[in-house]
């Protein structure tokens, strides 16, 4: 029984740094902005006054802040669907028997390594829509008109989207191929002998046993998608106009820029408890339907 005690005590003691720092630099900021939410504070005043859920809702009366939203969901959707569509295919093709299939994982997941903002920062010299930019001169030397990749209102955010999907499915391809290697071959064998094509072995047996990969990809590829602020920062500012202002974005804008804090504070509460309510439905929603494959 002492030995027990001494065990946990030194287990706490073992974990204490950890949750301290972690205390530090989230529970307590995040405890903060729930108490400035209710408040007109402007970042610098000494003194601020109570004014109840006014901020909460003057969020739903600001124009910018709904297309923010819009925005954000749209990002998040999209990027989503198209992610875990072209990351399965990705990673049967990296999972097979190719010579060189290390090699193309390194490739393939090597866009993920780097900083999002360097990322994004790349990309943009690549789709500068003026004349300088790379894709451009391509087209030019190609006997092609210049697009506007980044000051167009609907290529901005497709632009947007398709520079987070290369860079992220890659890595999500990965996933996908932990969970392959995981299928026991001997299912494979028993519907060759039975003469089972390959997408009806895909269909009945591949995909069915990809949901746990699945679920860890697609919850993360969605509260990445939903938080995201660096790619969209380093490419468009949130431009042209509001197109593809995001909502982490609105954020920082209006607790910064404006000097709106208590504002700024509402609208990250109430993004913090939309990914929470989001990310609970989609999991029980996955782990349903793992459930129901199984």
């Given at each position: 029984m002492i030995r027990q005690k001494h065990f946990i005590l030194?287990?706490?003691?073992?974990?204490?740094?950890?949750?301290?720092?972690?205390?530090?630099?989230?529970?307590?900021?995040?405890?903060m902005s729930f108490g400035y939410s209710f408040t007109n504070w402007d970042g610098?005043?000494?003194?601020?006054?109570?004014?109840?859920?006014k901020n909460y809702f003057a969020i739903f009366q600001d124009d910018a802040i709904v297309g923010a939203f819009?925005?954000?969901?749209?990002?998040?959707?999209?990027?989503?669907?198209?992610?875990?569509?072209?990351?399965?295919?990705?990673?049967?093709?990296l999972n097979s028997a190719l010579k060189s299939s290390h090699l193309?994982?390194?490739?393939?997941?090597?866009?993920?390594?780097?900083s999002v903002l360097i990322i994004?920062?790349?990309?943009?010299f690549i789709l500068d829509p003026t004349a300088n930019g790379v894709l451009n001169k391509l087209?030019?030397?190609?006997?092609?008109?210049?697009?506007?990749?980044?000051?167009?209102?609907?290529?901005?955010m497709i632009s947007l989207i398709l520079v987070s999907v290369w860079r992220l499915t890659g890595w999500h391809s990965c996933i996908y191929i932990a969970n392959l290697q995981s299928i026991p071959k001997d299912y494979y064998e028993a519907a060759?002998?039975?003469?089972?094509?390959?997408?009806?072995?895909?269909?009945?047996?591949?995909?069915?046993?990809?949901?746990?990969?699945?679920?860890?990809?697609v919850m993360l590829t969605t509260i990445d998608s939903l938080k995201v602020y660096e790619l969209p920062f380093a490419l468009t500012r949130g431009g042209p106009g509001n197109a593809t202002t995001l909502l982490t974005q609105i954020i920082m804008e209006r607790g910064i820029n404006d000097k709106l804090v208590g504002r700024s504070a509402a609208m990250a509460v109430l993004f913090i408890l939309i990914i929470f309510v989001i990310a609970a439905v989609q999991h029980t929603l996955m782990r349903r339907r793992e459930e129901r494959l199984e």
């Open positions: 030194h287990c706490i003691l073992f974990i204490l740094p950890a949750l301290g720092v972690y205390t530090l630099i989230r529970i307590v900021p995040l405890a610098y005043a000494p003194d601020f006054d109570f004014v109840g859920l819009r925005n954000t969901f749209v990002f998040a959707v999209v990027n989503t669907l198209l992610i875990t569509g072209l990351a399965i295919p990705l990673a049967l093709v193309l994982r390194a490739v393939f997941f090597f866009p993920s390594v780097p994004g920062y790349i990309w943009l087209l030019q030397g190609a006997g092609l008109p210049k697009v506007n990749w980044l000051s167009d209102y609907q290529l901005a060759s002998i039975d003469g089972a094509s390959r997408w009806q072995q895909f269909r009945h047996i591949t995909f069915p046993l990809l949901a746990p990969g699945m679920t860890i990809s």
